[in-house]
């Protein structure tokens, strides 16, 4: 009888883990409370349109190929990409930039905005290209158990070219005086779920993934990637088991034996890996003497932002707008500071729009177009009712017009709301938060709370609260790195 691995969660890290484990002759057995798998990154299905639920980015696209490498595989056996250009567009208070996938376009709208610039992009993104090489290949695959694992003669000889101790936001000042590109250069850290300021510039290899890279789309929707992993792993052998909520995690000799689901299904374990939310997991299926963090500890983080999003399906095609939008209008340091210090309704909120039809119409009926709004709000902001949701609602239809052109609001013939209240009641989501742990310097590798378990030695952590952090190429990371910890420990 080989071993068993319960996986709680189908989110990206956990369907990665899946297919590692049931890759290395695991019997896998995935408990996912809702009825479909993805998490955060489930699809919405509602008279004719389809909305991708949580990601819609699809950035870093050399992690996916070489995730789906390491079991024989392309991305192109189970998904289409399509490059997306412009890559997308910001709405300014005074008009649109567009964002244009080639580079040498790239370097020139920076040059018409600041003399010298594009010389100086050139020396930024020689930069980032090297901390996004080593990052990558030296930093993200490490599990944080140990300072030893950084002992590294590499990473040692570049410890000042990968910029930890240094902002990103002064580091991007010592290239560009322009405001302008210097907001556009801190865009990509929003992802990271923290202050330009309190980000290690060593994360200018976002700068790098964003410019270099590119912005792609996969056809069908960002759901196409939860369909291939999920597809992947039952060709390893993992199972999914749908509806199957967890409540509790049983030990028994400082072991994790049994989990029990909500109808009372009981599965035994030899080793349980979490990939639902962390917190969640320590809090409400562990007794307190099994937990490896406190109240207080888990109070102490410093969270990537919760959200205000909208799904809204229109009856009409739209003219002139990309299937990406920023709309940076309004001031971003007030908006900051009213997500990570005030935690505050912001006032101004910038906020950004996916418009997916553009490019895949098979996502709306004919002649039809589906939208997803979206403004970053403080984590843990609750009171977000009706009257809220319909306030931010009206304020980016508002900005939408003025600055596209486009009048909606009587084409809007669905509509679904997603927030604060949601994160608790779909996700289990730790303070409401959309992104998990910001990524601050003291909130960096060994610095996270741990991928195991302190006080169980066969329950494991995977996720976006866990090394290496936010967003969907870590979370497949995530999920390997996982796997590896369990193989090493429970051998294969």
């Known amino acids: 009888m080989g071993k068993k691995v319960i996986i709680i969660g189908s989110g ?98 920076f040059e018409s905005i600041e003399a010298g610039s594009g010389d100086k992009l050139d020396q930024f993104l020689a930069g980032a290209e090297y901390k996004y090489r080593v990052g990558i290949n030296k ?32 580091h991007i000042q010592k290239y560009f005086k322009h405001p302008r590109l210097r907001q556009l250069m801190e865009f990509p850290v929003l992802f990271l779920g923290a202050l330009p300021e309190n980000t290690p510039a060593l994360y200018s290899l976002m700068n790098y993934a964003d410019i270099k890279l590119g912005t792609w789309f996969p056809k069908g929707g960002m759901y196409s990637i939860v369909e291939a992993m999920v597809k992947l792993a039952e060709e390893q052998g993992a199972q999914f088991l749908y509806g199957h909520d967890v409540n509790e995690i049983r030990i028994k000799g400082n072991k994790a034996n049994e989990v029990v689901t909500s ?50 399906g ?30 505050s309704w912001p006032k ?24 997803i709004l979206l403004i970053p709000v403080a984590a843990g902001l609750s009171g977000d009712t009706e009257e809220i949701r319909e306030h931010y ?51 960096t590798a060994i610095l996270k709370p741990g991928c195991r378990s302190k006080k169980v030695d066969n329950l494991f952590y995977t996720g976006q609260l866990t090394v290496p952090g936010p967003g969907v190429p870590p979370s497949l990371i995530s999920g390997e790195v996982v796997a590896g910890q369990v193989l090493k420990y429970f051998g294969a």
């Open 393 to 443: 609602l009206n304020t980016m239809l508002d900005r939408f017009k003025a600055l596209t052109g486009e009048d909606i609001r009587s084409n809007i013939i669905y509509k679904r709301t997603f927030a604060y209240s949601e994160f608790l009641s779909e996700y289990n989501s730790f303070k409401g938060n959309a992104y998990g742990l910001a990524n601050t310097l003291m909130q």
């Open 12 to 109: 990206f890290a956990g369907m990665s883990a899946a297919a590692f484990m049931a890759k290395a002759g695991w019997e896998t057995v995935v408990l996912e409370k809702h009825d479909t798998p993805g998490g955060r990154a489930r699809k919405l299905v509602a008279d004719g349109f389809t909305f991708d639920m949580g990601p819609s980015w699809y950035w870093m696209p050399d992690v996916f190929e070489r995730f789906f490498a390491q079991f024989g595989r392309k991305v192109s056996d189970y998904y289409e990409l399509i490059r997306l250009d412009p890559s997308y567009r910001i709405y300014w208070d005074d008009g649109p930039m567009d964002i244009p996938a080639d580079y040498s376009a790239f370097r020139a709208l």
């Open 314 to 343: 229109l009856d009409r095609k739209l003219k002139d707008v990309p299937h990406h939008s920023l709309f940076f209008d309004s001031p971003f340091e007030a908006h900051a500071q009213e997500i990570y210090v005030s935690k």
């Open 139 to 170: 930093l993200v695959f490490k599990p944080g158990q140990s300072i030893t694992e950084f002992i590294d003669l590499d990473l040692f000889k570049g410890l000042f070219k990968l910029e930890v101790f240094n902002s990103i936001q002064a």
């Open 263 to 312: 109808s009372g299904q009981i599965f035994e374990a030899d080793v349980v890996i979490g990939g639902a939310d962390y917190h969640f997991i320590e809090a409400k299926l562990l007794e307190k003497k099994y937990r490896s963090y406190s109240e207080s500890y888990w109070d102490k983080k410093v969270l990537a932002p919760s959200c205000l999003l909208y799904y809204i």
């Open 348 to 371: 101004a909120p910038l906020f950004y729009v996916s418009v997916p039809s553009i490019t895949d119409e098979s996502l709306a009926p004919q002649g039809c177009e589906n939208m």
